[in-house]
Protein backbone atom coordinates (compact mmCIF):
# COMPACT_ATOMS: atom_id res chain seq x y z
CA UNK A 1 0.00 0.00 0.00
CA UNK A 2 1.12 3.79 -1.15
CA UNK A 3 2.49 5.64 2.13
CA UNK A 4 1.71 8.89 2.78
CA UNK A 5 3.47 11.59 0.24
CA UNK A 6 3.41 14.35 2.90
CA UNK A 7 5.88 12.81 5.28
CA UNK A 8 7.81 10.73 2.69
CA UNK A 9 11.89 11.07 3.50
CA UNK A 10 14.15 9.90 0.84
CA UNK A 11 17.23 7.50 2.44
CA UNK A 12 20.30 9.32 3.60
CA UNK A 13 22.39 6.12 4.07
CA UNK A 14 21.49 5.13 0.37
CA UNK A 15 22.01 8.66 -1.09
CA UNK A 16 25.18 8.83 0.84
CA UNK A 17 26.30 5.67 -0.01
CA UNK A 18 25.94 5.97 -3.80
CA UNK A 19 27.69 9.66 -4.03
CA UNK A 20 30.57 7.71 -2.45
CA UNK A 21 30.47 4.51 -4.61
CA UNK A 22 30.32 6.35 -7.32
CA UNK A 23 33.16 8.81 -6.28
CA UNK A 24 35.61 5.43 -6.77
CA UNK A 25 35.31 6.81 -11.17
CA UNK A 26 38.20 8.90 -11.07
CA UNK A 27 39.03 9.21 -7.44
CA UNK A 28 42.08 11.36 -6.78
CA UNK A 29 44.45 10.52 -4.16
CA UNK A 30 43.53 13.89 -2.29
CA UNK A 31 39.81 12.34 -1.91
CA UNK A 32 38.45 14.32 -4.97
CA UNK A 33 37.64 13.29 -8.18
CA UNK A 34 39.27 13.55 -12.03
CA UNK A 35 35.99 12.27 -14.23
CA UNK A 36 36.65 15.10 -17.72
CA UNK A 37 33.24 14.79 -19.90
CA UNK A 38 33.49 11.58 -22.00
CA UNK A 39 36.44 9.91 -20.90
CA UNK A 40 36.64 6.81 -19.72
CA UNK A 41 36.19 7.26 -16.10
CA UNK A 42 32.81 9.25 -17.71
CA UNK A 43 31.92 5.93 -19.05
CA UNK A 44 32.68 3.90 -15.79
CA UNK A 45 30.15 6.62 -14.23
CA UNK A 46 27.14 6.51 -16.83
CA UNK A 47 27.01 2.79 -16.86
CA UNK A 48 26.70 2.38 -13.63
CA UNK A 49 24.12 5.40 -13.71
CA UNK A 50 22.09 3.93 -16.39
CA UNK A 51 22.05 0.07 -14.70
CA UNK A 52 21.00 2.09 -11.57
CA UNK A 53 18.08 3.68 -13.34
CA UNK A 54 16.82 0.76 -15.07
CA UNK A 55 16.68 -1.05 -11.49
CA UNK A 56 14.74 1.56 -10.78
CA UNK A 57 12.15 0.71 -13.09
CA UNK A 58 13.34 4.00 -15.51
CA UNK A 59 13.26 3.68 -19.30
CA UNK A 60 17.05 5.19 -20.02
CA UNK A 61 17.12 7.79 -23.01
CA UNK A 62 19.91 9.39 -24.61
CA UNK A 63 19.86 11.68 -27.15
CA UNK A 64 22.51 12.69 -29.83
CA UNK A 65 25.32 14.70 -27.34
CA UNK A 66 24.62 11.59 -24.91
CA UNK A 67 22.42 12.99 -22.24
CA UNK A 68 21.15 10.94 -20.17
CA UNK A 69 17.53 10.58 -19.51
CA UNK A 70 15.67 8.60 -17.15
CA UNK A 71 11.71 8.34 -17.09
CA UNK A 72 9.75 7.58 -14.22
CA UNK A 73 5.90 6.45 -15.64
CA UNK A 74 3.18 8.68 -14.05
CA UNK A 75 -0.62 8.05 -14.27
CA UNK A 76 -0.86 10.99 -17.31
CA UNK A 77 2.04 9.74 -19.69
CA UNK A 78 0.60 12.75 -22.02
CA UNK A 79 2.30 15.37 -19.64
CA UNK A 80 5.82 16.33 -20.38
CA UNK A 81 7.99 14.68 -17.28
CA UNK A 82 9.36 16.94 -14.99
CA UNK A 83 12.79 17.00 -15.34
CA UNK A 84 15.12 16.87 -11.94
CA UNK A 85 18.80 16.34 -12.16
CA UNK A 86 22.15 17.90 -12.41
CA UNK A 87 25.99 16.48 -14.39
CA UNK A 88 28.03 13.77 -13.48
CA UNK A 89 31.53 15.43 -15.05
CA UNK A 90 33.72 16.89 -13.00
CA UNK A 91 36.67 19.39 -13.18
CA UNK A 92 40.35 18.05 -13.63
CA UNK A 93 40.75 18.23 -9.71
CA UNK A 94 36.91 18.28 -9.12
CA UNK A 95 35.11 17.19 -5.88
CA UNK A 96 32.52 14.27 -5.11
CA UNK A 97 29.53 16.73 -4.95
CA UNK A 98 29.29 19.56 -7.65
CA UNK A 99 26.80 18.03 -10.11
CA UNK A 100 27.19 14.64 -8.74
CA UNK A 101 24.46 15.11 -5.98
CA UNK A 102 21.97 16.72 -7.90
CA UNK A 103 21.88 14.11 -10.11
CA UNK A 104 22.45 10.86 -7.42
CA UNK A 105 19.97 12.80 -5.53
CA UNK A 106 17.53 12.95 -8.19
CA UNK A 107 17.91 9.04 -8.45
CA UNK A 108 17.12 9.03 -4.39
CA UNK A 109 13.88 10.40 -5.42
CA UNK A 110 13.03 7.46 -7.76
CA UNK A 111 14.47 4.94 -5.32
CA UNK A 112 11.92 6.49 -2.21
CA UNK A 113 9.00 6.77 -4.42
CA UNK A 114 9.28 3.26 -5.44
CA UNK A 115 9.93 2.22 -2.43
CA UNK A 116 6.69 4.30 -0.86
CA UNK A 117 4.76 2.88 -3.92
CA UNK A 118 3.81 6.65 -4.96
CA UNK A 119 2.79 6.90 -8.37
CA UNK A 120 2.71 11.20 -9.53
CA UNK A 121 0.30 12.07 -11.49
CA UNK A 122 3.12 13.57 -14.13
CA UNK A 123 6.23 11.34 -15.21
CA UNK A 124 9.17 12.75 -13.54
CA UNK A 125 12.75 12.44 -15.50
CA UNK A 126 16.47 11.97 -13.84
CA UNK A 127 18.78 14.00 -16.08
CA UNK A 128 22.58 13.41 -16.46
CA UNK A 129 23.60 16.56 -18.51
CA UNK A 130 26.57 16.07 -21.08
CA UNK A 131 29.68 18.54 -20.07
CA UNK A 132 28.39 20.64 -17.64
CA UNK A 133 31.75 21.82 -16.73
CA UNK A 134 33.26 22.94 -19.96
CA UNK A 135 37.21 22.09 -18.65
CA UNK A 136 37.39 19.33 -21.75
CA UNK A 137 35.34 20.58 -24.11
CA UNK A 138 34.05 24.51 -24.62
CA UNK A 139 31.49 25.61 -23.96
CA UNK A 140 30.16 24.46 -20.84
CA UNK A 141 27.03 23.35 -20.31
CA UNK A 142 27.13 22.48 -24.34
CA UNK A 143 24.10 19.74 -23.76
CA UNK A 144 21.48 21.89 -22.23
CA UNK A 145 22.52 25.20 -24.76
CA UNK A 146 21.82 23.04 -27.61
CA UNK A 147 18.49 21.82 -25.96
CA UNK A 148 17.86 25.68 -25.10
CA UNK A 149 18.60 26.19 -28.67
CA UNK A 150 21.66 28.37 -28.20
CA UNK A 151 23.56 26.04 -30.79
CA UNK A 152 23.00 23.53 -33.20
CA UNK A 153 24.04 19.75 -32.46
CA UNK A 154 26.32 19.16 -35.46
CA UNK A 155 28.18 22.98 -34.19
CA UNK A 156 28.81 21.02 -30.68
CA UNK A 157 29.67 17.44 -31.96
CA UNK A 158 32.38 19.21 -34.24
CA UNK A 159 33.93 20.61 -31.13
CA UNK A 160 36.97 19.09 -30.05
CA UNK A 161 39.86 19.07 -27.01
CA UNK A 162 42.99 19.91 -26.99
CA UNK A 163 44.36 16.49 -28.41
CA UNK A 164 42.17 17.50 -31.45
CA UNK A 165 39.42 14.52 -30.97
CA UNK A 166 35.87 16.14 -31.43
CA UNK A 167 33.39 15.51 -29.00
CA UNK A 168 31.19 13.17 -31.62
CA UNK A 169 34.32 11.03 -31.51
CA UNK A 170 34.71 11.23 -27.99
CA UNK A 171 30.70 9.94 -27.78
CA UNK A 172 31.57 6.92 -30.40
CA UNK A 173 34.23 5.67 -27.74
CA UNK A 174 32.35 5.75 -25.40
CA UNK A 175 29.01 4.40 -26.78
CA UNK A 176 26.85 7.00 -25.52
CA UNK A 177 26.19 8.86 -28.99
CA UNK A 178 22.23 8.40 -28.87
CA UNK A 179 20.22 8.23 -31.87
CA UNK A 180 17.55 10.90 -30.03
CA UNK A 181 17.99 14.30 -31.51
CA UNK A 182 18.50 16.96 -28.90
CA UNK A 183 14.93 17.95 -27.64
CA UNK A 184 13.12 15.89 -28.87
CA UNK A 185 12.52 14.81 -25.72
CA UNK A 186 9.89 17.60 -24.14
CA UNK A 187 10.45 18.51 -19.88
CA UNK A 188 7.52 20.09 -18.66
CA UNK A 189 9.74 21.43 -15.79
CA UNK A 190 12.96 21.90 -13.80
CA UNK A 191 14.61 21.54 -10.64
CA UNK A 192 18.25 20.89 -9.70
CA UNK A 193 19.57 20.37 -6.84
CA UNK A 194 23.44 21.62 -5.99
CA UNK A 195 26.05 22.80 -3.68
CA UNK A 196 26.35 26.41 -3.26
CA UNK A 197 29.85 26.73 -4.80
CA UNK A 198 30.07 30.10 -2.19
CA UNK A 199 30.16 30.93 1.36
CA UNK A 200 26.96 32.63 2.14
CA UNK A 201 25.11 29.67 3.26
CA UNK A 202 27.51 28.55 5.67
CA UNK A 203 28.10 31.90 7.26
CA UNK A 204 24.32 32.21 8.06
CA UNK A 205 24.09 28.64 9.43
CA UNK A 206 21.52 27.82 6.80
CA UNK A 207 20.98 24.59 5.88
CA UNK A 208 18.96 24.97 2.40
CA UNK A 209 19.28 28.45 -0.35
CA UNK A 210 16.51 28.62 -2.59
CA UNK A 211 17.72 29.83 -5.62
CA UNK A 212 15.70 32.89 -7.66
CA UNK A 213 18.44 33.94 -9.81
CA UNK A 214 21.61 33.00 -11.63
CA UNK A 215 24.40 36.36 -12.22
CA UNK A 216 24.23 37.13 -15.80
CA UNK A 217 27.67 37.76 -17.32
CA UNK A 218 29.78 39.91 -19.63
CA UNK A 219 32.86 38.71 -21.13
CA UNK A 220 35.56 41.05 -22.74
CA UNK A 221 38.78 40.27 -24.46
CA UNK A 222 41.39 42.85 -24.12
CA UNK A 223 44.92 44.39 -25.84
CA UNK A 224 47.16 46.93 -25.02
CA UNK A 225 49.92 48.20 -27.36
CA UNK A 226 51.81 50.79 -25.38
CA UNK A 227 55.92 50.77 -26.98
CA UNK A 228 57.98 48.62 -25.37
CA UNK A 229 61.69 49.98 -24.44
CA UNK A 230 65.18 50.15 -22.34
CA UNK A 231 64.36 50.00 -18.88
CA UNK A 232 67.25 51.63 -17.95
CA UNK A 233 67.55 54.38 -20.84
CA UNK A 234 63.73 55.56 -21.01
CA UNK A 235 62.84 58.43 -18.72
CA UNK A 236 59.54 58.29 -16.83
CA UNK A 237 57.40 60.78 -18.70
CA UNK A 238 58.51 59.02 -22.14
CA UNK A 239 57.47 55.91 -21.29
CA UNK A 240 53.85 53.80 -23.32
CA UNK A 241 53.91 50.90 -20.35
CA UNK A 242 50.94 48.89 -21.19
CA UNK A 243 51.32 47.16 -18.10
CA UNK A 244 51.43 50.27 -16.07
CA UNK A 245 48.51 50.55 -17.74
CA UNK A 246 46.69 47.34 -17.24
CA UNK A 247 47.30 47.71 -13.49
CA UNK A 248 44.81 51.38 -13.78
CA UNK A 249 42.43 49.27 -15.78
CA UNK A 250 42.34 46.29 -12.77
CA UNK A 251 41.57 48.78 -10.26
CA UNK A 252 39.35 50.72 -12.66
CA UNK A 253 36.95 47.13 -12.60
CA UNK A 254 37.91 46.76 -8.88
CA UNK A 255 35.88 49.88 -8.17
CA UNK A 256 33.47 50.18 -10.94
CA UNK A 257 32.52 47.04 -9.13
CA UNK A 258 31.86 47.83 -5.67
CA UNK A 259 30.41 50.67 -6.20
CA UNK A 260 27.66 48.98 -7.88
CA UNK A 261 27.69 46.36 -5.41
CA UNK A 262 26.72 44.11 -3.43
CA UNK A 263 24.96 43.15 -6.26
CA UNK A 264 28.12 42.73 -8.80
CA UNK A 265 31.95 41.70 -9.41
CA UNK A 266 34.49 42.25 -11.92
CA UNK A 267 37.36 40.20 -12.44
CA UNK A 268 40.73 40.14 -14.60
CA UNK A 269 41.79 36.73 -14.53
CA UNK A 270 44.13 36.46 -17.55
CA UNK A 271 46.92 38.23 -18.40
CA UNK A 272 49.85 37.69 -20.57
CA UNK A 273 52.95 40.08 -22.16
CA UNK A 274 53.63 39.65 -24.92
CA UNK A 275 57.99 38.52 -24.99
CA UNK A 276 58.61 39.80 -21.39
CA UNK A 277 62.15 40.45 -20.35
CA UNK A 278 63.26 42.14 -17.06
CA UNK A 279 64.50 45.00 -18.37
CA UNK A 280 62.17 45.91 -20.59
CA UNK A 281 59.20 47.95 -20.68
CA UNK A 282 56.15 46.03 -21.43
CA UNK A 283 55.11 46.85 -24.85
CA UNK A 284 52.67 44.66 -25.96
CA UNK A 285 50.13 42.89 -23.37
CA UNK A 286 46.46 41.02 -23.73
CA UNK A 287 44.08 40.25 -21.09
CA UNK A 288 40.75 38.91 -20.26
CA UNK A 289 37.78 40.79 -18.17
CA UNK A 290 34.54 39.86 -16.77
CA UNK A 291 31.73 41.69 -15.22
CA UNK A 292 28.75 39.30 -13.37
CA UNK A 293 25.49 40.69 -11.98
CA UNK A 294 22.03 39.05 -11.13
CA UNK A 295 20.49 42.61 -11.99
CA UNK A 296 19.98 43.26 -16.03
CA UNK A 297 20.10 47.06 -15.38
CA UNK A 298 23.59 46.63 -13.09
CA UNK A 299 25.28 44.84 -15.79
CA UNK A 300 24.37 47.87 -18.13
CA UNK A 301 25.77 50.53 -16.24
CA UNK A 302 29.24 48.55 -15.58
CA UNK A 303 29.31 48.14 -19.12
CA UNK A 304 28.51 51.80 -19.75
CA UNK A 305 30.94 52.90 -17.24
CA UNK A 306 34.01 51.09 -18.04
CA UNK A 307 34.36 52.06 -21.64
CA UNK A 308 35.03 56.03 -21.13
CA UNK A 309 36.98 54.93 -17.94
CA UNK A 310 39.15 52.78 -20.28
CA UNK A 311 39.44 55.72 -22.84
CA UNK A 312 40.47 58.22 -20.35
CA UNK A 313 43.08 55.84 -18.79
CA UNK A 314 44.53 55.20 -23.02
CA UNK A 315 44.42 58.63 -23.37
CA UNK A 316 46.35 59.81 -20.51
CA UNK A 317 49.05 56.94 -21.15
CA UNK A 318 49.18 57.60 -24.94
CA UNK A 319 48.50 53.51 -25.38
CA UNK A 320 45.81 51.53 -27.51
CA UNK A 321 43.41 49.64 -26.20
CA UNK A 322 41.07 47.43 -27.90
CA UNK A 323 38.61 46.33 -25.49
CA UNK A 324 35.72 43.54 -27.15
CA UNK A 325 32.86 41.86 -25.56
CA UNK A 326 33.06 38.27 -26.85
CA UNK A 327 29.89 37.17 -24.94
CA UNK A 328 26.84 38.32 -23.20
CA UNK A 329 23.94 36.40 -20.99
CA UNK A 330 21.40 38.15 -19.02
CA UNK A 331 20.68 37.46 -15.51
CA UNK A 332 18.03 34.66 -15.10
CA UNK A 333 15.05 35.00 -13.43
CA UNK A 334 13.84 31.72 -12.34
CA UNK A 335 10.37 30.36 -12.13
CA UNK A 336 8.42 32.17 -9.52
CA UNK A 337 6.09 29.10 -9.10
CA UNK A 338 8.77 26.83 -8.74
CA UNK A 339 10.70 28.80 -6.40
CA UNK A 340 7.43 29.17 -4.32
CA UNK A 341 7.41 24.92 -4.29
CA UNK A 342 10.97 24.82 -3.40
CA UNK A 343 10.29 27.38 -0.48
CA UNK A 344 7.00 25.40 0.61
CA UNK A 345 9.13 22.15 0.94
CA UNK A 346 11.52 23.33 2.32
CA UNK A 347 9.48 25.21 5.42
CA UNK A 348 6.84 22.13 5.54
CA UNK A 349 10.12 20.23 6.37
CA UNK A 350 11.58 22.53 8.77
CA UNK A 351 14.97 23.62 7.26
CA UNK A 352 16.30 26.90 7.82
CA UNK A 353 16.75 28.63 4.26
CA UNK A 354 17.38 32.05 2.50
CA UNK A 355 16.76 33.14 -1.20
CA UNK A 356 20.03 33.16 -3.23
CA UNK A 357 21.76 33.87 -6.08
CA UNK A 358 23.70 31.77 -8.24
CA UNK A 359 26.78 33.18 -8.50
CA UNK A 360 27.97 30.03 -11.35
CA UNK A 361 26.62 28.69 -14.69
CA UNK A 362 24.35 25.56 -14.36
CA UNK A 363 22.15 23.82 -16.74
CA UNK A 364 19.19 24.62 -15.08
CA UNK A 365 19.75 28.47 -16.60
CA UNK A 366 19.95 27.64 -19.53
CA UNK A 367 16.22 25.39 -18.88
CA UNK A 368 14.99 28.26 -17.30
CA UNK A 369 15.15 30.05 -21.22
CA UNK A 370 12.55 27.17 -22.13
CA UNK A 371 10.72 25.66 -19.41
CA UNK A 372 9.56 27.07 -15.62
CA UNK A 373 13.10 25.89 -13.80
CA UNK A 374 14.70 26.79 -10.32
CA UNK A 375 17.38 25.47 -8.10
CA UNK A 376 17.94 24.34 -4.79
CA UNK A 377 21.46 24.68 -2.76
CA UNK A 378 22.89 23.41 -0.07
CA UNK A 379 26.26 24.56 1.98
CA UNK A 380 29.67 23.36 0.94
CA UNK A 381 32.29 23.70 3.21
CA UNK A 382 34.33 27.05 3.13
CA UNK A 383 32.12 27.54 0.15
CA UNK A 384 34.95 25.55 -2.07
CA UNK A 385 34.55 23.67 -5.12
CA UNK A 386 35.95 22.61 -8.32
CA UNK A 387 39.27 21.55 -5.82
CA UNK A 388 39.86 18.25 -4.49
CA UNK A 389 38.76 19.61 -0.90
CA UNK A 390 35.14 20.26 -2.04
CA UNK A 391 33.15 18.93 0.92
CA UNK A 392 29.52 18.60 2.44
CA UNK A 393 28.21 16.94 5.10
CA UNK A 394 25.34 14.17 5.13
CA UNK A 395 22.69 15.76 6.82
CA UNK A 396 22.48 18.84 4.67
CA UNK A 397 22.67 16.52 0.82
CA UNK A 398 19.84 14.73 2.74
CA UNK A 399 17.79 17.74 3.40
CA UNK A 400 18.67 18.99 -0.14
CA UNK A 401 17.25 15.56 -1.60
CA UNK A 402 14.24 15.38 0.54
CA UNK A 403 13.62 19.47 -0.62
CA UNK A 404 14.21 18.19 -3.87
CA UNK A 405 11.59 15.23 -3.24
CA UNK A 406 8.94 17.18 -2.19
CA UNK A 407 9.23 20.24 -4.68
CA UNK A 408 8.94 17.92 -7.06
CA UNK A 409 5.93 15.41 -5.62
CA UNK A 410 3.91 18.72 -5.24
CA UNK A 411 5.14 19.73 -9.31
CA UNK A 412 4.81 16.23 -10.57
CA UNK A 413 1.22 16.01 -8.38
CA UNK A 414 0.18 11.73 -6.24
CA UNK A 415 -1.55 9.95 -8.57
CA UNK A 416 -5.46 9.44 -6.38
ZN1 LIG B 1 28.10 21.74 -11.21
Redesign the pocket.
Known amino acids: MAQNASNLQIDSARLWGAIHETAQFGATPKGGVRRLTLGPEDKQVRDWFRAACEAAGCEVRIDALGTMFGIRRGRDMSRAPIGLG ?2 LDTQPTGGKY ?2 ILGTLAALEVVRTLNDAGIETETPICIVNWTN ?1 EGSRFQPAMMASAVYAGDFTTDDILARTDAEGISVGQALDSIGYRGAEPVGQLKLGSFVEL ?1 IEQGPILEAENKTIGVVDHGQGMIWYNGTITGFASHAGSTPMPLRRDALATLSEIVLTVEKLAKEHGPNAVGTIGEAVIQNPSRNVIAGDLTFTMEFRSSDEETLAKLDRALHPAVAEIAARRKVTVDLKTIWRKEPTHFDANVIKAIETATNALGYSNRRVTSGAG ?1 DACNMNGVMPTAMIFVPCKDGVSHNELEDATQPDCTAGANVLLHTVLSLAGVAQ
Open positions: SHDGEHH
